[in-house]
């Protein structure tokens, strides 16, 4: 679960995480309202779960509030297209009014989930507002990392190394410290599995500053944190996702033409693999689970066919808690139902299979049944590419 930039400030600032001034407006009155309490030159922010936003036309400077309510106007509402929405964009809603600070250098400070370390790893850099990926790509000298161990957290020691090696004068190690340690224990406290602050500025006066945050919080720690929900903004994500979340769907959009449905996440990735190996491209993640239902596969099929772009759908199935038989009268009865006329290739091994193949050879429907996944990926991703043109669905 992504959350916005003001909120990401607003969870640091419990933590001791020194943030610039701000208040986030909807209008462009509230904007103006906010710009006369800072006083001064502010920055409005356009809020979207979206990096590059500045380079979109979504970060303005206003000198004082007339011009803030003019800048705020012209960017809420605004379709905003970064490197990082695609180029469908993002609506924006609300922005950040912020005060301006004098800017000595700007540094990086983030932690995710390193496999290799096999716990949380603090990475920091000189290099701040950059893209960290850019960075590892071309001066990966520039990040410095410190393991974060459970129970342990963040030491006062690796603290101050990070500090040291970000150049930071001796006026400013001490604060820069406990700025650091200060993020760390945000990360842990609220199962985030992304805390970042790009960039983290040293000002002239040699405050630590965070200018820029961004969190991700683990989904399956959600039941820990149920002040979280509130954080959510639906209009971030996809309609499609969002309708799936409803009937326990596990389901990501992507932009192919090969609807995917199957059982286990495991097999799902396989999948898609497959199917770019036979020259596709999946339309979608669709784990539907072990123990799925009839009205749960007919949801599922629901919300690939929601999808414009899909021009043929995978059905690839394990039979195990989900038999095949059961799995076939779901699928038969959804078509049926739905009135589907996309191409359908089936592939199924595990309980009870014939008996899910004979319920699809006597449904009186088109389905194509595959011999196994590698016959599947290839008779769909022909079906998909002679269905381009659009036909029925």
Sequence with gaps: ?????????????????PVPRGDVADTPEEAADIAGRLGGRVVVKAQIHAGGRGKGGGVKLANGPDDAARIAGQ????????????????????????????????????LVI??????????????????????????????????????????????????????????????GSATLTALAKAFEATDASLAEINPLILTEDNRVIALDAKFSFDDNAMSRHPEFAGLRDLNEEEPLEIEAAKYSLNYIKLDGSVGCMVNG????????????????????????????????????????????????VLINVFGGILRCDRLANGVVDAVK????????????????????????????????????????????????????AGGAR
């Design 114 to 175: 390193d496999r290799g370390y096999g716990c949380p790893v603090f990475m920091a850099s000189s290099a701040g507002g950059m893209e960290i990926e850019e960075v590892a790509a071309k001066t990966p000298e520039l990040i410095l990392k410190e393991p974060v161990r459970p129970g342990l957290g963040l030491q006062g020691y690796q603290a101050r190394r990070l500090a040291f090696g970000l150049g930071l004068p001796n006026e400013a190690i001490k604060a």
């Design 75 to 110: 960017i809420l509402g605004m379709t905003l297209v970064t490197h990082q929405t695609g180029p469908e964009g993002r609506k924006v809603h609300r922005v950040l009014v912020e005060e301006t600070l004098p800017i000595k250098k700007e540094l990086y400070a983030g």
């Design 337 to 388: 139902a739905l009135g589907m006329t996309l191409p359908v290739v089936v592939r199924m091994e595990g309980t009870n299979v014939k008996e899910g193949r004979e319920i699809l050879e006597k449904s009186g429907l088109a389905f194509t049944v595959a011999k196994d996944m590698k016959d599947a990926a290839e008779k769909v991703v022909a079906a998909a590419a002679g269905n381009q």
């Design 265 to 312: 996440a495991g097999l799902a990735m396989a999948t898609m693999d497959i199917i770019k190996y036979a020259g596709g491209s999946p339309a979608n993640f669709l784990d539907v689970g072990g123990g799925a239902n009839a009205e749960q596969v007919k949801n599922a099929f629901r919300i690939l066919m929601s999808d414009p772009n899909v021009r043929a």
């Design 1 to 17: 679960m992504k959350i916005h930039e003001y909120q990401a400030k607003e969870t640091l600032k419990k933590f001791g995480v």
